[in-house]
C-alpha cells in the first residue's frame, strides 16, 4: 500500500479539481457607499439543541484568540469559533449584521458623511449579546477596544481601520458612535479584525495596571472569554483544544455541540488521519494543491467524502529593503527584483507545487474582481525570461566570468540570495523550484526552512536577509505593503509588510483606495496602485495559491470564504454532523 508521502509524488501534475469554486465578486456599492446586504443573518436553527462532535486538524496552535492581536497562518478558524462582529460577509459577498442589528446607511441617517470627509457612523448593538460568562456586551467594549488598538505599545497586528478614526464613543450601552477623520468605504461595514470588541469587565484594570503583561496571560488562550458560537471547554497545548456549542448565543444555537480541533502540523499525518477516519474534516491552509489532488483521487473517487478548492490568496515574494544582518543589499537594486522576477517559471511552481490547481499571477488582485482586466492591461509584467533576467543582473554590476558559474560583482563576490519560507507542507518544493530557476541567470540561491519553533517569533520572522516567500488573502482591506505596516520594535515586529517596503506614492493611492467615494477616483486609483506596485516590484507576485476543504460526506456546511474576509469558519453555527 502506498504512503501518504509516497502518493503524494505519484500524482500526475495534471490532475484537474474536482470542484472549484471562484470567489465572489465584491459586494456592490452604490455611489453613496451604501451595500447590498442580506434579508438578516442566517441563524442556526435547531429545535433539539446541539448535537453531534465534528473531529477536525488544523496546522497551527494559536497563541491568542483574539482577532487582533492573533497573527499567523490559519489562525482565522479559531477566531471564528471564539468570536463575534459587527458584521460579516457569506461566501456570496454579502454583508450581514452580526453584534450590529443593522448596516448602517446614509438613506437611514446613521451613516453621515461631511462635507469635509470626516464621517459619523452609528451601531446599534444587539440587546441580547453577551460574553461567554453572560456579561452585556455594550458600546462600552468597543470603546475600550479602539484604546488598545492604537496603542502603539500592544502588538496588534492591523491597526487598520482603526487609524482612520478620530474617537469612538459609547452614547449608551447599545448605541456605539464612530467619528472618522477621513472618508473609509467600508465604515459601515465593520468586520472581522475590525475595531473588535474586548471584554472591558475583564481586562480594562489590567490594561491600565500592568500594561506590558497585558497580552500574556491564559485569559487569552485556554481561559478566554469571547462572544462567538462555541466556548473553550478544554485546552490541551501541543495537542489540540475541546470547543463547545455557546447555547446561549445571539445569533442561535449552533448545530453542533462540539468541536475536537487536533494540532497537527505535518501535512502527511494530517492526510493519514483522514483516510484512517480518525477526523472528519480538514482545510487550507494546513493542506494545498496536492492534498487537494490525493484526496481526490484516493479518497473522494472512492466516495469517502467530498473536495471544495477555490482562489483567494496570493503567493508572493517579499524583498528585504531593511539593514538586517547579513542583509544582501542587492535587494535595494530595481534591476536586481526585476531580474528575480523575470527569472522564475510561474507556471512550473503551479504544476509543481499545485499540481495544476491555481494560476500563474502577476499582481495582488483576484482575477474574479471586476477591475481585474482593466489593471491586468496597465501593469508592468515580468515573464519568464532567463536571459533577460541575466542582462538585467549585468546591468546591476553582477556578470557571469565563467558559463555555468554564479554571477559576481567587481570585488568577485557572488549573488547570494537565500529565499526564506516556513517549515511544512509543500514549502520545500516550492522554494527549490524557485532557486533552482535563479540559479539560471546567476544567481547563488539556497533555500532555508524556517523551524517550526520560530514561526511565532516576530523579530525573527522579519529579519530574513534577501526573500521570503508569503501568502495573503487579497483585498483592498488587506493591502498591507504601506509604510504604516512596516513592522517595528515599538509594535513587537508584528507589521505585516515584512520586507520594510516603502513608497509615498503607494501610501497615497492605498489610502484613496480606501477612503474616496468617487467611484471613478476610486477606480482610477486602484488601476495606478498597482501599476505602481509592479513597476517598482514592491513585491514579486508568483501565483494564486488554491484554498482546499476536504471533508466526511457527513460534515454539512463548510462552503469556503469570501476572499476579502478570512476563514472558511465564518458560518460554523451553521455546520453540522450526521450519522
Known sequence: MLTIRHALRCISASVAVAVLASCAPSAPTSES?????GQGAPLAQSTSGPKGTLRIAWATEPETLAPKIASGSGLNEFNWLFNSFLTYYDFAGVAHPMLAKQIPTQERGDWTINPDGTMVTT?????????????????????????????????????????????????DEHTLVINWREPYVQANLLGYQQLDPLPRHLLEEKYRTNRANFTFGDEWSANYVGNG???????????????????????????????????ITDTNLIMANLFSGDIDMTNSPAIRGPEA???????????????????????????????????????????VRQ?????????????????????????????????????????????????????LLADAGWRRIQ??????????????????????GNAEREVSIISDSWKAPGVNASLFLIPSARQRDNEFRVSFPATAVSARSISPENFVFTSSQVPTAEARWQGPNRGSFSDAEIDRLQNLVLTTFNRTEREQSM?????????????????????????????KGPVGNYGPQQGISWNVFEWEVSE
Request: glycine residues 8%.
Open 33 to 37: 457607499g451604501s451595500v447590498a446586504q
Open 123 to 171: 451601531y446599534q448593538l444587539r440587546e441580547d449579546a453577551r460574553w461567554h460568562d453572560g456579561t452585556p456586551i455594550t458600546a462600552g467594549d468597543f470603546v475600550f477596544a479602539y484604546r488598545v488598538y492604537l496603542d502603539p505599545d500592544m502588538p496588534v497586528r492591523d491597526r487598520t481601520p482603526e487609524t482612520l478614526m478620530s474617537d469612538v464613543v459609547a452614547r
Open 229 to 263: 458560537p462555541f466556548r473553550i471547554q478544554r485546552w490541551e497545548p501541543g495537542s489540540g483544544l475541546i470547543a463547545r456549542a455557546n447555547t446561549s448565543w445571539f445569533m442561535g444555537t449552533p448545530k453542533l455541540e462540539t468541536i475536537d480541533v487536533r494540532f
Open 293 to 335: 489532488a490525493l484526496g481526490r483521487d484516493q479518497w473522494v473517487s472512492a466516495g469517502n467524502g467530498y473536495l471544495k478548492t477555490w482562489e483567494t490568496r496570493l503567493r508572493y515574494l517579499e524583498f528585504q529593503l531593511r539593514d538586517v544582518p547579513n542583509w544582501q543589499r542587492a535587494m535595494t537594486d530595481l534591476r
Open 339 to 391: 531580474a528575480l522576477l523575470h527569472a522564475i517559471d510561474r507556471q512550473a511552481l503551479v504544476d509543481g507545487v499545485n499540481f495544476g490547481l491555481g494560476s500563474p499571477a502577476n499582481m495582488f488582485l483576484a482575477p474574479t474582481d471586476p477591475q481585474f482586466a482593466q489593471v491586468d492591461r496597465s501593469i508592468t509584467k515580468y515573464p519568464y525570461d532567463p536571459n533577460r533576467a541575466e542582462s
Open 403 to 424: 558559463a555555468g558559474r554564479p554571477s559576481v560583482n567587481a570585488s568577485g563576490q557572488t549573488l547570494d540570495i537565500d529565499v526564506w519560507t516556513t517549515a511544512g
Open 527 to 555: 488601476v495606478a496602485l498597482h501599476k505602481r506596485l509592479t513597476d517598482v516590484v514592491g513585491i514579486g507576485p508568483m501565483y494564486y495559491d488554491v484554498e482546499v476543504i476536504l471533508a466526511k460526506n457527513k460534515v
